[in-house]
Structure formats: C-alpha cells, structure tokens
C-alpha cells in the first residue's frame, strides 16, 4: 500500500469516527411511509425529490435516498438511482429515537378499541407506533390510517370516533376537568378523509371548548353524532386533504345538531337528518342534493336515511299542528 492510499484510508477512518455518530441507527431509523408518489413523470430525480420532500433533513439526504432505492427495487433502473418514468414510488418517515430524558410528557386522552388494516401513530416526540387493540392514544398524537384502513377510538371523556381509510387526524388538545367546566377541552384537526364521530361528555357539555377544524369550516356541536369527509369537490371516492384546491367538506348529522363555522364568522345549524358542505366560498345545507356516494358508509347511510325521514316526519306533524291552530283562529273569530 502506498502513502496515497494509506492516507485515504485514515481519512475515511477519520470521517467515519467524528461524523457519523450525529446520524446514527441508534437516534434515527428510516422505516417505510404510507405515503407514495403514485406515478413518476420523465425528468424527476431522485435528488429532486428528497430536496422537496424531507428539505429539513439535510444530513440524512443519503440514508433517505439508500432506503428509498432498497424499499423501491421496481422503480430504479438496475444498479443505478435513474427512476423509471411511470413508476410508483413508495416514500420513507424518519422515525427518531430520543433519549428518555429529552422525551416530552404525554397525557393518555383513549385507546384504540378496534382497528382494520394498517394504522399509527406520530406522537408529540416524533416516534411513529403502529397501532393496535388497546394502543394509548395521547394528547397531541396525529393518527393516519391507510388506504381500506379503520381505526376506532374511544376517548376517556366516553366519546367514539371512526376515523375512515386514507384519513389524517390529530388530537390537538383534549383536556378532562371535573365537571366538564370551561378548562375541558376537546380540539381536533381533519387534515385528509373523513371520520364519524359520536360525542361524550366534553361535547354535551354548554361550558367546554369542543371543536373539529377542518379547514373549511370548524364543527362545533353539543352532544350529537355525525359523519364528515374531506372529498374532491363532489366524488367522495378521493380523499383529499384539506389544502387541496379541489377540497369539499360533506357533513351528515345523525343525532342532535352541530354548527359549521367559518375563519369569517359565518355560521348555519344543522340539524338531525340533514347534509351540508362547506367550501371556501360558501356553506349550504342540501335540501335537495343527494349525499355522494362514496361519504357514508353502509350502516352510516341506512342511520341517515332513518334520521332523515324522521324529520320530515317532524316537520310535517308540525306543518300540520300549525294548520290546526290557524283554523282554530279563524273558527273562534267567525264565532265572535
């Protein structure tokens, strides 16, 4: 061996000894995304798309880049990291694995009671949990689900939420006081898809805070049970999120009421049986549009259709009762 090669040896000794500890397995794994690039366009590159992708991970551009050609066999030209045009591309997280005193607290807020398909968790710390019977879900969790995926939770406060397949939710703030009082509170944020949610004692309550933002409207309720769905403009078979240009948010209100509020304060009621939307120029209740298909489930639409006929049950009988007061009227004035 001569000096050159001596010397390149001890230099790549040397860089391996003083930088790679800053990135090492045992702070950081590269685990597989549920996220995918559906289709590959002629002129993407791999480079590009890290850069857009995971722009604050500078550091860990090269192990990102190995990971995705290792879960990607198909989708490079062979021994090489050329994409091939057309292809799929299925994304990596970076899941990081912090020391236990650099670990936030959490506050357990309900479990996970039943769950189809793939689901997890990202919490306050970044670490990522798949999710199964009986997973704590904490205050702060963002919960994903993937495509066909189900995820039923039951919050400590005794509300049940479904999240649906392809969804993203996060549990921003859930805080339980005694008495349910104006320190209880109850903040969730849709992110993409759709969820139903039947609500506890946080949301039967007049005094605490309870809200699921959307981003085209913020759903406040008090004690009811409903089904809402970010969906592209009408076709409730895409799921979108809600920065989509195209993004629609259905609403169904199975029980009870809730209100659809926008960032400019304008506001409708719904009521049991009826279906609204919101987009980011107006919101309507639907008397006459059919609900999409695609936005309720089997059981959620057979438990809308009963609501539905039931208040127009209700609205007839009162049509009816008013009739009857009215000619009462007129009888007595004839009378007189």
Sequence with gaps: MNKNQLFAVLLTLLSYTFFQPAVNAA???????????????????IDDIIKRIYPKDKDLWPQI???LIETNPYSFVQYSDRLITGSRLKLVDIKRILDQEELSPKMKVGYVAKVAGEAE??????????????SRIFEGDRLE????????????DGAELHLKEDSVLKVSEYAITAGYDESSSSILDLLRGGLRKLTGSIGASALANYQVQTGLATIGIRGTEYVIKLCKQDDCS??????DPDAKLHAVVLKGAITLTTDEE??????MGEYGTATPEALIIEEEK??????????????????NAQQMEQQEEESSSSWLWIVGVLLLAVGL
């Design 65 to 67: 880049k190995a990971k």
């Design 145 to 156: 689900t993937g495509p066909g995926a189900q995820l039923y939770i039951l919050m400590d």
């Design 238 to 243: 895409q799921t979108v999120s809600r920065n």
């Design 266 to 271: 304008v506001q409708i009621l719904m009521a």
């Design 121 to 134: 968790a990202r919490d306050i710390n970044g670490r990522i949990l798949e999710l199964q019977v009986n």
């Design 27 to 45: 702070s950081v794994e590269l685990v597989p995304s549920s996220r995918v690039i559906l289709k590959i366009v002629e002129g993407m590159t």
């Design 290 to 307: 059919p609900v999409p298909v695609g936005f309720l489930d089997a059981e959620e639409a057979q438990q809308f259709n009963a609501a």
